[in-house]
Each structure stands twice: as structure tokens, then as C-alpha cells.
């Protein structure tokens, strides 16, 4: 999977770490505990997923986590 440098940055990191800006929204899926996000990245077409918490609820958000890398793979 060949990936741009900033996603290479990206993997792992913690969802409350704001997307590159080379990324765009696909969808989202509010929950009770947070929201579950997917993002697409322009340059390199790798799919992302996180889940950001509502820190209301005293959940911890997760980490970013690639879907699928769609040119290159």
C-alpha cells in the first residue's frame, strides 16, 4: 500500500488529531458515546476511520485507523 507522507503520519495517532488538510469527509455516524467519521484522502486515495468521543460520557476516542488504500495497493 503506498500511502502520502502525511498519512504515512497519521496511522496510529490518536482520532482527537484533526484530518490533513488534503482529506475530505466521506461520512459520519453519530452515536451516544461520539461520532464515527470516514475520510478519503485526495493525493494518495487512502480511507480513513475514526471515532472521536463525546468526552461527556468519559469515553476515550480511538485512533485513526485506514480502511483501505485504493491506487497503489
Known amino acids: 500500500m503506498i500511502r502520502c507522507s502525511a498519512c504515512e503520519s497519521l496511522e496510529g495517532q490518536s482520532a482527537d488529531i484533526d484530518p490533513h488538510e488534503q482529506m475530505r469527509g466521506d461520512a459520519h455516524n453519530l ?7 470516514v475520510y478519503s484522502c485526495r493525493p ?5 476511520e475514526r471515532f472521536v468521543a ?3 460520557f468519559g469515553v476515550r476516542s480511538g485512533s485513526w485507523k485506514t480502511l483501505r488504500a485504493t491506487r497503489g495497493s
Open 44 to 48: 494518495c486515495g487512502t480511507q480513513w
Open 54 to 56: 463525546n468526552k461527556a
Open 31 to 37: 452515536r451516544a458515546d461520539g461520532v464515527v467519521e
